[in-house]
């Protein structure tokens, strides 16, 4: 049954072309079919310790507003005696953490200053809160 139209064959067409519509979706659909097996697949990790295993020591390392640097809540003279503290920890078999806790308004200087004074003095275990 054909539709009948007033339209002659010069008039233009006024619909509108949904092919593209139509691509665009299948490619969405072919998209979704491909990903969907991977997330399925799942991996278990275990995030707890061997059991009997020791918990590193933790040193915290805090830096003032004002650029001075407390160890485990004493005070350092300088970063030479900072710089000594950092090597006696590096040669140990068991390297403890270092828990660098910069105040929001201490100076960049200081923070990279002892950011850089660990890593040279060979500490494995550094983190920043």
Same mark, same amino acid.
Not at 61 to 66: K, L, M, Q
């Given at each position: 049954?054909?539709?009948?139209?007033?339209?002659?064959?010069?008039?233009?067409?006024?619909?509108?072309?949904? /092919?593209?519509?139509?691509?665009?979706? &299948?490619?969405?659909?072919?998209?979704?079919?491909?990903?969907?097996? &991977?997330?399925?697949?799942? /991996?278990?990790?275990?995030?707890?310790?061997?059991?009997?295993?020791?918990?590193?020591?933790?040193?915290?390392?805090?830096?003032?507003?004002?650029? !001075? !640097?407390?160890?485990?809540?004493?005070? !350092?003279?300088?970063?030479?005696? &900072?710089?000594? &503290?950092?090597?006696?920890?590096? !040669?140990?078999?068991?390297?403890?953490?270092?828990?660098?806790?910069?105040?929001?308004?201490?100076?960049?200087?200081?923070?990279?200053?002892?950011?850089?004074?660990?890593?040279?003095?060979?500490?494995?275990?550094?983190?920043?809160?």
């Amino acid at each position: 049954m054909a539709i009948s139209s007033n339209l002659s064959a010069d008039d233009p067409i006024i619909e509108m072309n949904t /092919t593209p519509l139509i691509d665009v979706l &299948l490619v969405l659909l072919i998209m979704v079919i491909i990903t969907l097996p &991977l997330m399925t697949h799942t /991996t278990s990790l275990q995030i707890q310790g061997a059991p009997g295993a020791i918990a590193p020591e933790v040193i915290a390392v805090e830096i003032d507003f004002d650029g !001075v !640097v407390v160890w485990n809540g004493q005070q !350092v003279r300088d970063f030479a005696q &900072l710089e000594a &503290l950092f090597r006696a920890e590096a !040669v140990k078999d068991r390297q403890a953490d270092v828990q660098i806790r910069p105040d929001p308004r201490a100076s960049y200087d200081t923070v990279a200053r002892v950011l850089a004074i660990a890593q040279r003095s060979g500490m494995q275990r550094i983190g920043v809160t």
